[in-house]
């Protein structure tokens, strides 16, 4: 009896180490500007990628896509009526490297 619960805890300890192992995988994505001409069709565009932010006033959403993907996406949303551009998002471009940049001095603050 104890020799089946043992086999059963290896299973279940197989699993989580799986579950662990892909779990945290990190995907290199690249963010779209999408502009619309009505903000009704971003139902169509939910299929594509993760919608992160839509602008009602100004018409446009932010959309991620796998990094592969990412000519072949601008194309085809280029294609579609309800469109009226798209743009490659350059945030990851930027430099996020802020160390030392809070770092103060006593003879650096002027009080």
Do not use: A
């Not at 619309?36 to 006033?57: C, M, P």
Request: hydrophobic share 35%.
């Amino acid at each position: 009896m104890s020799s089946d619960g043992h086999f059963f805890d290896i299973l279940i300890n197989d699993k989580i180490k799986l579950e662990r192992k892909f779990m945290f995988k990190k995907e290199e994505r690249t963010g779209l500007i999408v502009y619309l001409y009505y903000n009704r069709d971003v139902k169509k565009i939910e299929t594509i990628g993760d919608i992160v932010y839509h602008s009602k006033k100004h018409r446009y959403l932010q959309l991620y896509v796998p990094t592969e993907q990412v000519e072949e996406t601008m194309q085809k949303l280029s294609k579609e009526k309800y469109v009226k551009q798209v743009r490659v998002c350059h945030i990851q471009e930027l430099d996020t490297d802020f160390v030392g940049n809070l770092f103060r001095d006593k003879e650096n603050v002027n009080i």
